[in-house]
Every structure is written in structure tokens, then in C-alpha cells.
């Protein structure tokens, strides 16, 4: 048959399918997986993972061509839906800002990574001057993405983007608590993919989203891929599946200020980064560790950008707050700045966006844990070697994000080195980190536990390698 007769033969199929089942993924579908009902939400994991098998068989037949458009459409819808999904995720989690909400959603459809990022490698003369070889970047198949309450539409942007770029099917397993935006997002999603060309199902979930899925993927012999972005627990849980794991677990990035740091910059990136959506991304500054000769200045100029600095007594108030039974107090996760304080008795203007408090505890539990709220400790130190030391620890070896203002380059090399983290950001804020479409991609998944860093479409690849003995070494 030669490429005319196949295109014709194509064409057909489409329009008889389109004709025969409006709507549906076609007579193919129904034939080989009759008792999948109609998607993507199924009531149950175990339909949800079938019609995901299915409609990735379905898709990387289509070629790849084909997923620039399908990405487009994503890009598109969600750009429609920003606001709206802002307003429902703040209104369902109770975390986060709606306006730092509508920019998450607006980064992860225009900055993420698209098809452009698989790479197809050939090698001629290979094989003794004798043969050919090419390395290409396949699918792994169906991934089960487990998704975080703190970014709930930005995860369903920006995983179906990565995932699908490289030919996978996604079934995604959402936060509980997240259910109604998360949902709202994919059948969004789901529909866009449709609308242009794409099979039905290629990303799909359960009506219920119910922690018990997980374990249930886990074991099941059709999901080729965990991606699990959330905390310790389940990243843990993933990781002794016995599948392949991408882990994006906790973060707690130590941001450290130098005696050579521009001291206004600082302050004003240090605030932007720690309040944006309230401190629950993964990758905010979580604690604050700076150099002596330069600790009253800093927290002066904090003082000058909506970012109230708390006495040691207002600070004990807040700490009795939101400490309860020795963890942080999940009711108050991202919550406004303006609300905690309040609840603690402190006066505070309702648009504060953070609040700092000075602690020379380096055990104190907002050092040590992601507190994810806007309030920020911040531990003074009396050499720069010493607060790259307490960066190392309060880290945890997270492997996630680190911050540093400074002017030395000896010294933020120094840091880089020693403190070992997937990003280091230089002399902006943490938000300032995720790149854009030219530059490395926006990425929502950073996987510092299993190494990947920051994902794009190819951290979803299997490297393949063909290799031809004899020939194809067409140049002499
Ligand atoms: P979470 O750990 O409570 O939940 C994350 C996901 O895991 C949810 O879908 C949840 O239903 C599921 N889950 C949790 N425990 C489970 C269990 N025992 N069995 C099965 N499923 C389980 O986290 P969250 O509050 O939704 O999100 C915040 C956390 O995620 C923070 O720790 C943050 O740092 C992290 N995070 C990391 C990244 C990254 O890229 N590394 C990105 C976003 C969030």
C-alpha cells in the first residue's frame, strides 16, 4: 500500500467513525473494549486505566504531528478557564489567592513544554564505519499522575501537556479536597483534546476520586509510570511500588542573604516569592537565614514592602497558633497573612502579604517544616559558611529549590556546590525560577527525589536505540 492509499484509507475510517458514533472514540474502541463506558470520569480505577490503555494506542497511531495541535487546544482552553478555576480552588481548598492563582494557571498553559522538547538523535557510520544508529524517545504508555490540593488546575495544564507530548495517556488521581477544580479542569481538558482531533479518554479519572486508586495503580499491571507530586507520604508510597517513579515531593528552600546582596532587592524578592499563593507551592522561600552585619537593614527594608516584622512575643503567638501537636496546623495552610495574625490576637492589614519573625531556633518546627503560609522564620548567622551549613540542613536533602542573594560569585558558586538542590535561584525570588517556552520550560512536577528535576515532555520517555549493522552509513 503506498502513502496515498493509506491517507485515503484514514480519512474513511475517520468519517465512518464520526458518522457511527458521534462522539464516541470510535467502532476500533468499542470493539476491542466494549464495556468501557463513556469517559473520561468512570466509576470506578480499574475502567479508568482500561479506557487510558486503549485510547493510547489510539493516539500514538495518529503520530506525532498531530500533538501540536492537541496542545495548542489545551493551551487555549485553559487560558479561557484561568480565572474560573482561580476562583473554584480557592473557594474548595480554602488555600491561596485567587489573582496568584490566575497566574499559575496562565505560566502552566503558556510556559509549558510541548512535542518540540522530544529530540530524535541519529548517528551514521556507527558500528565499525559501518552502520547507522538512532536514538529516539518513546512513550511508557498509561501514567498515573497523582496530583497535589495546592495546584490543582495547574497540575491537570500542565501534566496532560508533559505526558501526552511524549504519547502517554495520563489517568489522574486527585486530591480528595481538590475534587470539584480538579475534575471541572480535566473534562475541560478532556473536551479540547477531542475538539481537536484527539482520542477520547486520553486522559481520564473516577467520578471519586479516593486515596485507596493509588494503591490500586500501583499494583495494576496496565499503568507503566507513577508521577506522584505531593508530600513525603505519598511520594514514599510510590517510590516502594516497585514501578517506575517519578517522585516530586516536599521542598523547603532555605533562602540565604549575604553581607554583598543588594539588601531593597532582596527584601523585595524575598517577599514576592514567600507570599505568592500564600507560600504553598513547593518551591517558595520557606526559611530565611541571613548574615548579621546586614539582619537589621534586611528586615527595615521588609518593612517597606507589605511585609509585617513580628516581636519575639507576637512571634510566640502566631508559633502557638499554628503548631498543634507538634505539626503544622493543616486548617491554616494557606491561608492570607492578615487572617493568622489576626487569629493570633496581632494586628494586621487585610492586604498583608507576609509576615517575618526573627527565631535563633534552628529545631523551631516552621525551620524545619514547609509550613506552606505566609510567615516566614528567619535565623541570623555570623559567617557566610555558617548559613550555607544550616541551608544544607534545613534542606533536607529534599534535593528541591534553594535561594541565595549575593554579589560574590565565589560564594553563590559555593552554594550551589555544597547545597546540591534541582534549582538554585540567584538574586530574584523563587518564582522567578521556572522558565519559559524558550528556556527550559514551566514545571510543576519537580522531581528531586527520583533525580528527573525539573520535568518536560522528555522526563516521560523511554530512550530507544535502533541499530543497523551493514548499512545506512550512506556518506563515504
Ligand atoms: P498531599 O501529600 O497531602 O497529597 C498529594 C497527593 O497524594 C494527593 O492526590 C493525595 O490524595 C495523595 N495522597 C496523600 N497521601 C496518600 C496516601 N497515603 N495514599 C494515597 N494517596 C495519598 O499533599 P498536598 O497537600 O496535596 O500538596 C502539598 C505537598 O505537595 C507539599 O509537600 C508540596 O511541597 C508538595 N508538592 C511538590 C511539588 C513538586 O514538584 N515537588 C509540587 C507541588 C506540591
Known amino acids: 500500500m503506498d502513502i496515498d492509499e493509506k491517507l485515503i484509507e484514514q480519512i474513511v475510517r475517520n468519517v465512518i467513525e464520526k458518522v457511527v458514533s458521534p462522539g464516541s472514540a470510535g467502532p476500533g474502541f468499542q470493539t476491542s473494549a466494549a464495556n468501557i463506558k463513556k469517559g473520561p470520569l468512570f ?70 513544554l510541548g512535542p518540540e522538547d522530544l529530540e530524535i538523535k541519529s548517528y551514521s557510520r556507527c558500528c565499525m564505519d559501518n552502520g547507522a544508529l538512532t536514538v529516539d524517545m518513546a512513550p511508557y504508555g498509561v501514567i498515573a499522575a497523582i496530583t497535589p490540593m495546592t495546584n490543582p488546575a495547574p497540575m491537570i495544564i500542565n501534566n496532560t501537556i508533559i505526558m501526552i507530548s511524549a504519547g502517554n495517556s495520563v489517568v489522574f488521581l486527585p486530591h480528595p479536597s481538590a475534587k470539584k477544580v480538579t475534575l471541572d479542569a480535566l473534562l475541560i481538558v478532556h473536551k479540547a483534546i477531542v475538539d481537536a482531533g484527539g482520542p477520547e479518554n486520553l486522559i481520564t479519572s473516577t467520578q471519586e476520586p479516593n486515596i485507596k486508586n493509588a494503591s490500586i495503580c500501583m499494583a495494576h499491571k496496565d499503568i507503566d509510570l507513577i508521577c506522584a507530586t505531593g508530600g513525603p507520604a505519598i511520594v514514599e508510597i510510590a517510590m516502594k511500588s516497585g514501578k517506575k517513579v517519578l517522585g516530586a515531593g ?61 516581636n519575639a512575643e507576637e512571634a510566640q503567638r502566631v508559633t502557638n497558633l499554628v503548631v498543634k501537636n507538634g505539626e503544622i496546623d493543616k486548617k491554616l495552610m494557606g491561608k492570607n497573612c492578615a487572617v493568622i495574625l489576626k487569629q493570633a490576637g496581632i494586628n494586621a492589614k487585610d492586604d498583608l502579604r507576609l509576615a517575618v519573625f526573627v527565631t535563633n531556633d534552628e529545631m523551631h518546627l516552621l525551620v524545619q517544616h514547609e509550613q506552606l503560609m505566609p510567615i516566614l522564620p528567619m535565623l541570623i548567622v555570623n559567617s557566610f559558611e555558617e548559613g550555607v551549613r544550616i541551608a544544607c540542613r534545613v534542606e533536607h536533602n529534599f534535593k528541591h529549590t534553594a535561594i541565595i542573594h549575593s554579589t560574590n560569585i565565589e560564594r553563590i558558586t559555593y552554594y550551589a556546590q555544597e547545597i546540591n538542590t534541582t534549582t538554585v535561584q540567584v538574586n530574584g525570588s523563587s ?28 522526563s516521560f520517555t523511554r530512550q530507544r536505540r535502533l541499530s543497523i549493522y551493514g548499512s545506512m552509513n550512506f556518506v563515504k
Open 43 to 112: 466509576d470506578n480505577i480499574e475502567t479508568a486505566i482500561a479506557a487510558a490503555k486503549e485510547a493510547q494506542k489510539r493516539f500514538v497511531d495518529m503520530g506525532r504531528d498531530a500533538r501540536y495541535g492537541i496542545v495548542e487546544a489545551i493551551k487555549k482552553v485553559s487560558l479561557a478557564n484561568a480565572e474560573k478555576w482561580a476562583k473554584i480552588a480557592v473557594e474548595e481548598t480554602g488555600m491561596g489567592r485567587v489573582e496568584d492563582k490566575i497566574v499559575k494557571n496562565i505560566v502552566a498553559a503558556e510556559r509549558t
Open 250 to 310: 516536599p521542598g523547603n528552600p532555605p533562602v540565604l542573604v549575604d553581607d554583598t546582596a543588594d539588601i531593597a532587592r532582596a527584601a523585595r524578592e524575598i517577599v514576592a516569592g514567600a507570599s505568592f499563593d500564600n507560600n504553598i507551592l513547593c518551591n517558595e522561600e520557606k526559611v530565611l537565614i541571613c548574615m548579621r552585619p546586614v539582619a537589621d537593614k534586611l528586615l527595615n527594608e521588609f518593612g517597606k514592602n507589605n511585609c509585617q516584622v513580628l
Open 431 to 458: 518564582q522567578r525560577s521556572g522558565g519559559d517556552l524558550h528556556n527550559g520550560g514551566s514545571s510543576w512536577t519537580i522531581a528531586g527525589a527520583t533525580g528527573e528535576g525539573c520535568t518536560t515532555p522528555r
